[in-house]
């Protein structure tokens, strides 16, 4: 995910757990009721627990370090490696690196890694598919097969000032799926949970500023890799 903000420091390896309810809201659409699944950013391991609560009839998990939460194995998902079992369903939080970059081939090794029928499930930023470089995984991939949107937004970081948590950042799960061409049909969008709590009131003025320090820290990653700064119109 991309859930970098300007106020925060950056977790080594994109290492944001993922609360429960965001794989329940994955149930809600997909049955994932005796399913194996192959888990490949497991992180703390919550994720995982969270599917097994949903009935998959196997969890397998896996990240490219041993975070030492009982995970199968320390496997490297974008590498050849690749655990000794069949699995249904490819599903996970990828981490997102710089632009997307580390999402964006977490979705084509998946692609190449699934099986037939097979099911990939990543939990993205909602406006990840908008990018027209990104459109041969989207609109262009004919096994990109739907989008289901968040109606709540995920807390990924805790405040210690005191403050109410007010994220910022819409997420959605992006679903690929491989099957014959027969059963393809144009991707749908879907909304989940059923039951979303009511959003935290709009502080437009917070905005605002959250806003002016994402665009001041952009010119500045911008002239760290050489490029040219900000320059009134």
């Avoid at 249904?88 to 979705?107: E, H, Q, S, W, Y």
Wanted: net charge positive; with cysteine.
């Amino acid at each position: 995910m991309g859930k970098h903000g300007s106020e925060y420091a950056r977790i080594e390896r994109d290492h944001y757990p993922t609360p429960s309810w965001v794989p329940q809201a994955l149930a809600e659409h997909v049955d994932l009721r005796g399913l194996t699944v192959w888990e490949p950013a497991c992180g703390d391991g919550g994720m995982a627990a969270a599917l097994r609560r949903q009935g998959c009839a196997r969890v397998y998990a896996s990240d490219i370090v041993d975070r030492g939460n009982g995970q199968d194995e320390a496997l490297d998902f974008l590498s050849a490696q690749s655990p000794k079992l069949r699995f249904d369903l490819v599903c996970t939080n990828p981490p997102f690196g710089k632009r997307g970059k580390l999402a964006t081939a977490f979705i084509e090794v998946g692609l190449q890694r699934l099986e037939n029928p097979g099911l990939l499930a990543l939990l993205l930023p909602c406006d990840f598919d908008s990018a027209k470089t990104r459109a041969r995984w989207f609109g262009d991939c004919p096994h990109f097969v739907a989008k289901i949107v968040l109606r709540k937004r995920v807390i990924w970081f805790q405040r210690t000032d005191g403050k109410r948590e007010a994220p910022r950042e819409n997420s959605a799960w992006f679903l690929w799926q491989r099957s014959p061409p027969h059963l393809r049909h144009p991707p749908v969008i879907l909304y989940a949970p059923a039951n979303a709590a009511a959003e935290l009131p709009y502080d437009a003025a917070d905005d605002f500023s959250r806003s002016i320090d994402d665009c001041y820290r952009a010119v500045r990653e911008r002239v760290a890799a050489g490029g040219e700064g900000w320059k009134p119109r």
